[in-house]
């Protein structure tokens, strides 16, 4: 019988305990909603009670100041537009100018023919000349002669005679045909007045190429300007040749 009692008199104890547990909880369940706190995953349990604490509040912004904002924002990317250009423009290599188009090339004119180089006229030679009247000073003659080409004969060939003489008209005489230079005679040669003209006189001689020569002689006489007019003679054992030469001083 007192065991019973004490069983009966324990369990309203337990009851008492988790009611005054519960509302313990419900009571800072409330407490939490009135200071604004709020515990996740209860949902629409906060609503429960009264919210005592005024939650802070951000202040509203007005147009103006949205005005402000969005300008400055403005200006900023344009800044950094202006200065993104410009790094652009640094990095970009410098343009040329452009060539310009090339101009037509005339044509080159062809160049007028030079002048062929005008060859120096040969410098005539001196031409012998007589004194005024016969002397026996042969001085004059000092030096070589040489003839026109002539022609013993119209059937003979072509022929140059050059005469050498001292101060005394003693000297030599080389005759070569001008188509043969090697057909050479040189007989002997000496000038001297026979009234008044200058005979030359040469003599008879064996020639290179084992041919006779026949001597022959010159008469000259003072022509125009004293120059020297010869005439040739030589005689042979079938018939006697002339012709016509004037002397020119080789040196």
Request: proline content about 10%; some cysteine.
């Amino acid at each position: 019988m007192t065991t019973t009692r004490s069983a009966s008199a324990t369990v309203p104890m337990i009851v008492l305990w988790v009611a005054f547990a519960l509302l313990v909880v419900a009571t800072l369940f409330v407490l939490l909603r009135a200071c604004g706190l709020v515990l996740p995953g209860y949902g629409s349990w906060h609503r429960v009670g009264w919210a005592y604490c005024s939650a802070r509040a951000t202040p509203a912004r007005t147009d103006e100041d949205r005005t402000r904002g969005l300008r400055e924002l403005a200006r900023q990317l344009e800044l950094r537009v202006v200065q993104q250009q410009a790094t652009c423009l640094a990095e970009l290599p410098p343009v040329m100018p452009p060539k310009p188009a090339p101009q037509p090339q005339e044509a080159a004119k062809p160049e007028p023919p030079k002048p062929e180089p005008q060859k120096e006229a040969a410098k005539p030679t001196p031409q012998l000349q007589l004194p005024p009247k016969p002397t026996n000073d042969m001085s004059f003659l000092k030096g070589c002669w040489r003839t026109d080409p002539f022609q013993h004969r119209p059937d003979s060939p072509k022929g140059v005679s050059t005469y050498c003489f001292d101060e005394k008209g003693k000297g030599t005489l080389e005759y070569k045909h001008v188509d043969n230079p090697t057909h050479v005679c040189r007989p002997s040669a000496t000038a001297s007045y026979e009234g008044q003209q200058l005979r030359i006189q040469d003599s008879n001689i064996t020639c290179t190429d084992g041919t006779g020569w026949f001597a022959d002689h010159l008469d000259c006489r003072r022509g125009a300007n004293d120059v020297a007019e010869c005439s040739g003679e030589a005689t042979t054992t079938d018939r006697t040749d002339k012709w016509t030469v004037r002397l020119h001083r080789v040196r």
